[in-house]
């Protein structure tokens, strides 16, 4: 089994700051990359910003400049810091985790529960 623990999220006042963070732990042997994603009220699911095991990083165009993924390897935890946000930020924001199996070898993707952030204009 895996677990992702996602935290951070809440309620914050346009041009405020919040940090999420999703740890994993389980049966994993290896992690491909980690990212967020978010979904607003009536809309589709959507990339927020990923980050591979080697670093890279993608964003959304809409967060590029404000938000800023990390990773800590060692502690299977991925971190997103949100700054400058604006109140079309709010979403229920998913952690994602793309593994390869400790038991299977398999690629495999998990997806946390998420975590509610408000952003009030």
């Given at each position: ?29 290896s ?38 993924i ?15 946000l ?31 952030v408000?952003?009030?204009?």
């Amino acid at each position: 089994q895996v677990q992702l623990v996602e935290s951070g999220g809440g309620l914050v006042q346009a041009g405020g700051s919040l940090r999420l963070s999703c740890a994993a732990s389980g049966s994993i042997s290896s992690i491909t990359a980690m990212g967020w994603y978010r979904q607003a009220p009536g809309k589709q699911r959507e990339l927020v910003a990923t980050i591979t095991s080697g670093g890279s990083t993608d964003y959304a165009d809409s967060v590029k400049g404000r938000f800023t993924i990390s990773r800590d390897n060692a502690k299977n935890t991925v971190y997103l810091q949100m700054n400058s946000l604006k109140p079309e930020d709010t979403a229920v924001y998913y952690c994602n985790l793309d593994f390869v199996g400790r038991w299977s070898g398999r690629e495999l993707s998990f997806w946390g529960q998420g975590t509610q952030v408000t952003v009030s204009s």
